[in-house]
């Protein structure tokens, strides 16, 4: 590669490198029920979950985190902590802190950390249900219509769509006059009222689901109408917003969420439970908070939604359910059911859910708890290079519930590629992808980036090689399942004898 051009595709890797690696990182100290933890959160747009059983942390995460851009009133939000409690952020260079001194909680600032963002909080702390009292609910039933003014369209149209699919279901919406309704009753922050043909209802009348709406559309809207400058980081905090939704709610207040985060650039958090929320969330935004018996804190991310949710309802009724770990390997086996013909009068499920133990665990799970009753039949396939490592975890654990396990002929997608594009090349393969997807910057020019940047031997899971080449899927308008296909097709074509021992095995299950 000529100069020029190695230099023009370094600064042209470097932008993207740095636009894909935009993280808060925050460190927790003794704050509730977490004594110490470090996590990562991505401030690109999209959909997140922060997830896990009850009591490992979730509020709390979501709440410690919001504190970034919120000055939270620490004690009512946290209770009683130790004295050395602590909440510190790292972003770009910049630092901010919360910290006990004294008994008092004091911020710290380093830098000019540019970011914002909203949180719509736990029902007791939070704003949803702030000014519930009899005396000012009885106040507020009684507002004269002097002191009300008409309501956004936005909040009534999309709590309309949300709720009931149809933005004219609420004929109007009406909220009390900031300045006027000083002279009358003390609230905070803004009341809302609709109304359906010629009856009012309060929003402290409202249903639990819209009133909870209708604050959190009121919080995007005062959001969406700040955001001058649309590249800077904006992050909205949404601690268990499933209360009260019907799952077809969910559904449509995900698909709503979408729309915001890729309009207005916000990076969407969820603190939740719902299997609605988490299955509309790629792997690599869930977070499951995972509390082991010692009570510490492990963060688990990427994490697919089955092992996130650990619950498998939805996939009940399948007659075989088959556990593998990515979505390479959901797109191997499900190409061999199709194009070897094994999938006829039978309802097969393909589940990806993560590392080799998390599909371990999962299955004991549905085995010890009968999730999928007994009418589906379950097995495990799992990543080739893992067969040593997950023999020992079954002997370690003593986990012995006769799950048929079978082993594909590759590894994970990011170690495939290193091992075949890079370590040894495999130039059928390289040729292969490289004329189909890297057009502007070739495959070569990335692999010679990184041998030259990075040192391979400290890569051996690949992650660091896909990382430059996900970069390059990105910037073409390119997915991973576009390249996982590639591979796929190439292993059944050029691999027959590693593909036929997958074949046996699932012909096996099917008898």
Same mark, same amino acid.
């Given at each position: ?10 600064? &042209? ?144 149209? @999309? ?81 268990? &917003? ?154 370690? @654990? ?53 041998? @030259? ?48 021992? &997958? ?7 099917f008898e």
């Amino acid at each position: 590669m000529k100069s020029f051009e190695k230099e023009k595709f370094y600064t &042209i890797l470097e932008t993207r490198n740095r636009k894909n690696t935009m993280r808060l990182n925050m460190q927790i100290r003794k704050i509730k029920s977490i004594e110490s933890l470090d996590i990562d959160l991505s401030i690109e747009k999209g959909l997140y979950a922060i997830t896990g059983q009850n009591g490992s942390g979730k509020s709390t995460v979501v709440t410690s985190a919001s504190s970034v851009f919120f000055n939270l009133p620490m004690h009512d939000y946290f209770g009683k902590t130790d004295e050395d409690a602590s909440i510190s952020f790292a972003l770009n260079g910049a630092t901010r802190a919360w910290t006990k001194k004294d008994g008092k909680w004091l911020q710290e600032r380093n830098g000019f950390m540019d970011i914002k963002g909203f949180y719509e909080g736990s029902i007791i702390f939070g704003n949803r249900f702030r000014n519930t009292n009899f005396e000012l609910l009885s106040k507020l039933d009684q507002i004269n219509d002097s002191i009300l003014e008409n309501g956004s369209d936005f909040i009534r149209e @999309n709590l309309g769509i949300i709720l009931h699919n149809n933005k004219n279901f609420y004929d109007k919406l009406l909220k009390l006059n900031g300045f006027k309704v000083k002279q009358t009753v003390k609230v905070n922050g803004d009341i809302f009222y609709y109304q359906k043909g010629i009856k009012r209802v309060s929003q402290f009348h409202m249903s639990t689901g819209e009133n909870l709406l209708i604050s959190v559309l009121n919080s995007i809207n005062i959001r969406n109408s700040d955001r001058a400058n649309l590249r800077k980081p904006c992050i909205l905090f949404l601690d268990e &917003i499933e209360l009260a939704l019907h799952p077809s709610s969910l559904k449509r207040l995900v698909f709503f969420l979408k729309e915001m985060s890729n309009q207005y650039n916000y990076a969407i958090y969820f603190s939740t439970h719902s299997i609605e929320l988490i299955s509309a969330i790629e792997p690599e935004n869930i977070f499951f908070l995972d509390r082991h018996s010692d009570n510490s804190l492990e963060v688990l991310n990427p994490c697919y939604p089955a092992y996130a949710t650990r619950i498998l309802y939805d996939h009940s009724g399948y007659d075989y359910i088959i556990l593998v770990e990515d979505d390479l390997a959901k797109e191997i086996v499900n190409r061999i059911l199709r194009k070897y013909s094994l999938l006829s009068n039978k309802l097969v499920h393909v589940l990806p859910c993560g590392g080799y133990s998390n599909v371990i665990e999962l299955a004991k799970e549905v085995i010890s708890s009968n999730l999928v009753g007994k009418t589906s039949s379950i097995s495990i396939i799992l990543d080739g290079d893992v067969k040593t490592d997950a023999e020992n975890y079954i002997t370690k @654990n003593e986990i012995n519930n006769n799950i048929p396990l079978n082993y594909l002929p590759i590894e994970s997608l990011e170690k495939y590629l290193k091992k075949n594009l890079c370590d040894n090349v495999d130039h059928k393969l390289f040729r292969t992808l490289n004329d189909f997807i890297f057009h502007q910057v070739s495959l070569t020019s990335i692999i010679e980036n990184y041998t @030259n940047t990075i040192q391979t031997g400290s890569d051996n899971n690949g992650k660091k090689l896909y990382k430059l080449i996900d970069n390059e899927l990105k910037a073409r308008n390119k997915s991973r399942n576009e390249i996982i296909e590639m591979i796929v097709d190439y292993l059944i074509a050029n691999k027959p004898t590693e593909i036929d021992k &997958i074949i046996e095995f699932l012909r096996k299950q099917f008898e």
